[in-house]
């Protein structure tokens, strides 16, 4: 037997398992029966230029998004660069970017005594530095989105859902939620890797022999929507905000969109808009944030330049080159 073909039979065993999952629940037609009963689908609209113009009335569209690239060995000896941007549309043709950017490292005796204050014996240090990245790209991207609610934006768009920002950037999120409130800029968040499990349960997916565990709104809703439709629970969302999941193009994987209860009559309208600039034959992203994540995204080159750019280099073998990175074979 080759070293590779245990590797084979282990992926045949859970090509086989994966495709007894895909039935749990039937077909799509009858998930999406079953879906019918706790939720509504609602087909959207491409709007017009003249929809769109009426839409904005003449204030901008603003994406937000964050970047972060990890240098180094092993911790200790890490350093994380962290970019955030909000990039708004102008109707004269210039675009308004904010920046926010910042570097991490364990070996800054500030984040060092951050990470100590964190050490309760429950988690390890790797764990808190995860946890700490997290949490400063989610601050610096809520500063932007703070920052451009100066710009009057008639809509927002943060990449992600609000969750990151609650539980990582409390008071940043609690500013920004009560000044879009405030100034009527509506707060929509995108998320393209939905995580979230709420459904399951909803929609009586839970307790099948074939799927013991968590099974994902992901491969709950995958194929269920059609192009250009959205769904959402009919129970009323109890809090601040609410989720409802859409599929803006012709791949079957949805997206969820995160809106404050409070902006809630809004949300149709602009996922008209969104639903309007996303290309039919992409993945279901809206255009203008594919536009932010490019411009924001650091590139390991990119971070690897600065570097060698500004940190002497027997400090760099010495703290933060790994020793792979000489590696010959």
């Not at 990890?70 to 941007?85: D, K, N, V």
């Not at 990470?115 to 500063?143: F, M, N």
């Not at 920004?176 to 800029?185: F, N, P, W």
């Not at 080159?301 to 750019?309: C, F, L, R």
């Amino acid at each position: 037997m080759l070293p590779e073909d245990k590797l084979v039979d282990e992926l045949k065993g859970l090509n086989t398992y994966l495709e007894n999952r895909c039935r749990v629940g039937g077909t799509n037609r009858e998930r999406r029966r079953r879906a019918e009963q706790k939720g509504i689908f609602t087909p959207l609209c491409r709007l017009s230029a003249k929809e769109i113009s009426s839409f904005f009335q003449g204030r901008p569209l603003v994406g937000v998004d964050g970047s972060l690239v990890t240098y180094g060995a092993s911790y200790p000896y890490l350093l994380t660069f962290f970019r955030a941007l909000a990039y708004a549309t102008s109707a004269e043709g210039g675009h308004k970017r904010i920046w926010e950017q910042e570097i991490f490292s364990p070996l800054l005796p500030r984040y060092q005594q951050m990470i100590d204050e964190h050490l309760t014996g429950k988690q390890t240090p790797e764990e808190i530095v995860a946890h700490l990245r997290w949490g400063i790209l989610a601050q610096i991207e809520s500063k932007v989105a703070v920052q451009a609610l100066s710009l009057k934006p008639r809509l927002l768009l943060m990449d992600g859902g609000f969750n990151r920002l609650k539980e990582h950037a409390p008071d940043i999120w609690n500013e920004l939620k009560a000044a879009a409130i405030r100034e009527g800029v509506l707060l929509l968040g995108v998320t393209e890797e939905i995580a979230s499990c709420s459904l399951m349960k909803i929609l009586g997916f839970d307790g099948d022999p074939v799927c013991p565990g968590v099974m994902g709104d992901r491969e709950i809703l995958f194929g269920m929507l059609q192009p250009g439709e959205m769904y959402r629970l009919q129970e009323r969302t109890k809090g601040e905000k609410g989720r409802l999941y859409v599929r803006f193009a012709g791949h079957p994987q949805v997206v969820a969109v995160d809106y404050l209860m409070d902006q809630e009559r809004e949300v149709e309208p602009a996922l008209n808009f969104l639903y309007s600039i996303t290309p039919a034959h992409g993945r279901g992203i809206p255009l203008w944030l594919d536009v932010v994540d490019a411009e924001v995204r650091l590139s390991r080159e990119q971070v690897e330049a600065m570097i060698a750019a500004c940190l002497d280099p027997a400090m760099v073998e010495v703290f933060l080159r790994p020793l792979r990175a000489n590696r010959e074979l």
